[in-house]
């Protein structure tokens, strides 16, 4: 068993996710309003993404010591819902052990370091470390839902991460704030990013289609 996994992100019309760029532009109101209509009170984000807007502490610069090698889990608490970071290698600082108003909680691979993950326990954090080169999203799903009572989990970016989710054939549903502008920039990440390229499109079916005075559309899809 694992979580009804939702991606929600707000994206310009030419599909680009950058943050800076989508609150200039209408939509940020419905972007946060659907977040409670689509019941996700537990949200993942990639290492970038958690770089960027979730964390403000410089990333961890002791020595990691061996990976550990095998599967492990720490529960630092209960909660009804976490802010989970993809963070592979375990890279990332933190203060402490909430990220926007709940409690973090950690996905690694089994590269981790053994002090990494002491350094996680010492702040409060809980973490699950699966797969061996990388992240076992799947495994990390299950452990989601039978260790951390996580039953409805978001998806919130970067592409990468959402590209992981959605090649790992996670997704139950998509959901994008569409804003009323465009971006243009060169080299600028889109919402699932980052797949070979010889990897076929999938297709969607159309939940619903919700249009606004601000000019956004909320557009939900099923897998």
Known sequence: MRPFIVCHMMESLDG???CAMTEKLAGSEEYY???KEL???TVIF???TAEMEVTSEPPFS???GEPIGKEAVHKAENAEGYTVVADTRGTLGW???TADGRPLLILLSERAGQNYLKYLESKGISYIATGRERIDLARAAEILYSEFGVQRLGVEGGGTVNAGFLAAGLLDEISIILAPGIDARGGMRASFDGLPLGTEPVR???LSAKSFDDGAVWLRYSL
């Open 204 to 206: 969607l079916k159309l």
């Open 33 to 35: 309003s659907a977040i």
């Open 16 to 18: 680009r996710i950058d």
């Open 95 to 97: 203060r402490d052990g």
């Open 62 to 64: 002791g020595d990691t």
């Open 46 to 48: 990639g290492r970038v």
């Open 39 to 41: 019941e996700i009170p």
